[in-house]
């Protein structure tokens, strides 16, 4: 009988790994010049999502106060871990961007790496939007990215993606459907446990959301839209865009 684990918390076992052609000092950056773009000097961020910690380990280096907040437990012992090994100060908590409430205020919010298309339908991410909003400051930003139809479509839709190490393998099956604007990912793990391995299945759905819902929703949460950008540069967003980047003030 295969064991259906909740997404991310398997998978945190070889995030890392897995993820390893992810350019998180380019994403950095990319939010660093978000914040001059915009006349910003943030010095307390709140990452939702955070996952490994990834980014969250970067902008702490940088010099900003970090907090991240992840649903997945897994995904938060190995942040928790690596924030020990590192030297590098963060706090790690849990939380589910739909609901949760650390009875803090920070200068900016983000959510990167498309974690907000985790959000089923409208009510989910208006409900993440306002999440956001009730941890920013009068007048502080949020910043967040979303996947596009066309990324889904051409990169994952259809396509099976896997490897085989020596404590672990993966297979990773993907299906888009056009109609709902759904992409079901299916991910099966085989984990080393002594001198076996533990099979374990994944189940990650995403939604796509066009970018004038996501601005209607931004607007009804008490944002002011101040940025939509194609990912990596200040130019708009266009039919050929694989992820679009969202600036959003808190008014």
């Known amino acids: 009988m295969v064991e259906l684990a909740p ?48 980014l969250t380990f970067i902008l702490s280096e940088l010099g900003y106060q970090m907090t991240g907040v992840d649903l997945a437990e897994g995904m938060l012992e190995i942040a928790r871990q690596k924030s020990i090994d590192l030297g ?4 790690f908590k849990p939380g589910d961007m739909r609901n949760f409430d650390l009875g803090e205020l920070f200068d900016t919010v983000i959510c990167t790496y498309d974690s907000i298309n985790y959000m089923r339908d409208e009510d989910e991410l208006a409900s993440a939007c306002r999440r ?11 910043i967040f990215d979303v996947t596009t139809e066309r990324n889904i479509a051409r990169h994952f839709h259809g396509q099976t ?20 604007q759904i992409c079901r990912t299916t991910l099966t793990f085989f984990i080393q446990e002594n001198n076996l391995f533990r099979r374990f299945e994944e189940l990650h759905v995403q939604r796509i959301f066009d970018n004038g819902l996501i601005k209607k929703i931004l607007q009804q ?8 950008y194609d990912m990596y540069t200040f130019n708009r967003p266009g039919r050929f865009s694989d992820r679009v980047n969202f600036v959003a003030r808190k008014t």
């Open 88 to 91: 590098i100060v963060a706090d």
């Open 221 to 228: 949460c008490g944002y002011d839209v101040i940025g939509m």
């Open 7 to 54: 997404s991310y918390e398997r998978f945190a076992y070889a995030y890392d790994r897995i993820m390893y052609n992810v350019d998180y000092h380019r994403w950095a950056d990319y939010i660093q010049k978000i914040f001059r773009h915009h006349s910003e000097s943030p010095k307390s961020i709140l990452d939702i999502a955070c996952g490994t910690g990834a």
């Open 132 to 142: 956001a909003a009730t941890h920013l400051k009068p007048d502080g930003v949020f």
């Open 161 to 180: 993606f896997a490897e085989n190490h020596e404590d672990y393998a993966y297979i990773w099956q993907n299906i888009y459907s056009k109609r709902d």
